[in-house]
């Protein structure tokens, strides 16, 4: 019987005693394996589609891919019943229950010939390509990416609806309000744009060009095929990880910046545990109360976490952006202590440096700032503006806020402002002590002398960059934003190489961060529009990238455990775009062959 769209996959089990020829007999209950093959009507293999067995409430999924064979094996799942998911470009989605331990399962997949429905299967940035093509000016288009993808991908399905003239204007204002500010001839071509890249008419029949060939969504390499990717949901629709970060003890911390909680995750029982953030007298939108508060309608936010990192003693340091504070976190007591900054608006990205002080961006005001948990004082490290006028906004900005208690000041026209203000962003600590930042609107890095508090700017030859890391030999690495590059700086000779990330088409990646595993210098990078991780071997200059499960996976920050697994968080707000609506938290374990995760050619 052919399957139906309701019935996306027939199974058939296994002959003989019920396992796959070659397979031992099943495992315990606590680490049981999930085996199975993916055909098309035919008999020829499925090739390269993501498998996912989940279950629970928050739901924990588990993915793997099929190989060149059609075969696939889910590791280490717990007895009972779990709901299986089969997605794979081109084909149609599969979903179906299924028993662990159990029989190999034999699965047969539908092509998918409905160009439109194939069109949704595509990642937001196949999308977002179509409304690339519309913007001819490169710096507006340069301006557009940087700026409108500030925190949720362009070209989700939830970006493409059709909109009148007045909730566009409703959409821009809120935007602005956000930091994603347009200037008013960008701005005002927008609509159009949008209009006529996503037009069905002309957007399904570019995007399913050459749909049922072998190069229309070719499977991922082999090496990727062999990773697996765990996820688990934390919190829930209102919710907002924003960054997370895995702790020496194995725990894994994330915060929940729209509702003032950090989470704790162990990974090995799956316990979650909430510790909400006090608000220290602030009212919901923190000291952006007033104005051009930066919160979403659901949010329950007076603090709003942002950044996290582990201190030298195993506490947690976090950037607590919209209370202008900096919070400490004692894991063993489970208690907070906050401390309030002494200059400055919009505390963002922290690091930690080898004597234990903090040091993170201030992004509303333009500084870096300093501080020393044994003397419980901040210095304050102004940054160079581009210009006077920025100079003079940029010191005026307390007085804004304050005037803003008492007078609606215009969010549109405040806004425009933001477009060039210099946003100081990424940062991280050198081998040799000195301290990095980025400057994403300026696209330009910086230097701070530790002892001497003396800054140094550097211009990229590149726009927009973000989040960086030092690799172990001193190379400091660096995501281009809306530039679609990795680069590597070298402090020494102040020279930089560059790399275009892989994902096609060229140039619609947003690469919102990178990490580099220390103990290969690979370099693991956000492919915040296309849902994939992506992995770099400066040794072979070779990219590989993993596709991800869960359609809109919007990723800001990454991590690595003890045993080399990558993680990251699903923070694309608003929240309620993610497939299913809630926020993830999830680990990529590559399980490359030593010599591949060591770096050698």
């Known amino acids: 019987m052919k399957p139906t769209r309701k019935h996306l996959a027939t199974v058939s089990l296994a002959v003989g005693m019920g396992v796959a020829s070659g397979l031992s007999a099943p495992e315990p209950a606590s680490a049981a394996t999930l085996a199975g093959r993916l055909s098309s009507a035919d008999g020829t293999p499925v090739v390269g589609a993501r498998v996912t067995a989940e279950r629970g409430a928050p739901a924990r999924g588990t993915t793997v891919f099929s190989d060149a064979e059609g075969r696939f094996e889910v590791p280490e799942l717990d007895a009972g019943q779990w709901e299986l998911r089969v997605r794979r470009i081109g084909w149609r989605d599969a979903r179906q229950g299924t028993a662990v331990p159990g029989p190999e399962l034999a699965l047969v997949l539908e092509p998918e010939t409905d160009p439109a429905a194939l069109a949704e299967q595509l990642p937001a940035n196949r999308w977002f390509s179509l409304l690339l093509e519309q913007i001819d000016e490169p710096a507006h288009r340069e301006q557009f990416v940087r700026q409108c993808t500030y925190c949720h991908q362009q070209g989700n399905a939830a970006t493409r609806v059709p909109r009148e003239d007045w909730q566009w204007e409703k959409v821009l204002a809120l935007m602005a309000r956000l930091g994603g500010a347009l200037s008013p001839e960008v701005r005002a071509q927008v609509p159009g744009w949008f209009d006529a890249a996503y037009d069905p008419e002309h957007a399904v029949p570019r995007l399913t060009a050459g749909m049922g060939t072998p190069d229309f969504a070719p499977p991922p390499a082999p090496a990727v095929r062999e990773a697996v990717i765990d996820e688990w949901v934390l919190g829930g629709r209102a919710s907002m990880q924003h960054d997370l970060m895995v702790h020496p003890s194995g725990h894994v911390y994330s915060v929940d910046m729209m509702q003032d909680e950090l989470f704790r995750l162990d990974p090995e029982t799956g316990e979650t545990q909430r510790f909400p953030i006090p608000d220290d007298g602030l009212p919901l939108g923190g000291v952006f109360a007033t104005g051009g508060s930066p919160l979403v309608p659901n949010s329950n936010a007076h603090v709003g976490p942002h950044s996290l990192q582990v201190g030298p003693d195993g506490s947690v340091w976090v950037t607590l952006a919209l209370g202008n504070r900096l919070g400490h976190f004692d894991p063993k007591t489970g208690q907070w202590t906050l401390h309030a900054m002494s200059e400055g608006f919009y505390p963002h990205t922290l690091r930690v440096d080898a004597e234990g002080r903090v040091w993170f961006t201030i992004a509303g005001s333009n500084h870096v700032a300093r501080f020393d948990p044994a003397s419980g004082s901040f210095e304050t490290i102004r940054l160079p503006a581009q210009s006077w006028q920025q100079a003079a906004v940029l010191r005026l900005m307390p007085f804004f806020i304050w005037l803003s208690q008492y007078v609606e000041l215009d969010a549109d026209a405040a806004g425009e402002g933001v477009v060039n203000m210099p946003v100081p962003y990424g940062i991280d600590i050198a081998p040799d002590g000195d301290v990095w930042f980025s400057q994403l609107n300026a696209h330009k890095i910086g230097r701070i002398d530790p002892d001497t508090l003396e800054v140094e700017m550097v211009e990229t030859p590149f726009t927009a960059p973000r989040r960086l890391r030092f690799d172990s030999e001193g190379q400091l690495w660096i995501p281009g934003f809306s530039s679609n590059v990795l680069s590597r700086f070298d402090p020494e000779s102040r020279s930089f190489e560059r790399w275009e990330i892989p994902i096609e088409p060229k140039g619609t990646e947003t690469p919102y961060a990178l990490h580099v595993d220390h103990t290969t210098d690979t370099v693991w990078i956000c492919g915040t529009n296309s849902d994939t991780l992506m ?67």
């Open 535 to 601: 992995r770099f071997d400066p040794a072979s200059e070779e990219f590989l990238v993993y596709p991800l499960p869960t359609r809109v996976t919007y990723t800001r920050e990454i991590d690595f455990d003890a045993e080399g697994r990558v993680w990251t968080s699903n923070s694309n707000t608003p929240t309620w775009q993610i497939e299913r609506g809630q926020p993830r938290v999830i680990r990529l374990d590559p399980r490359l062959p030593k010599r591949a995760l060591a770096g050698t050619p």
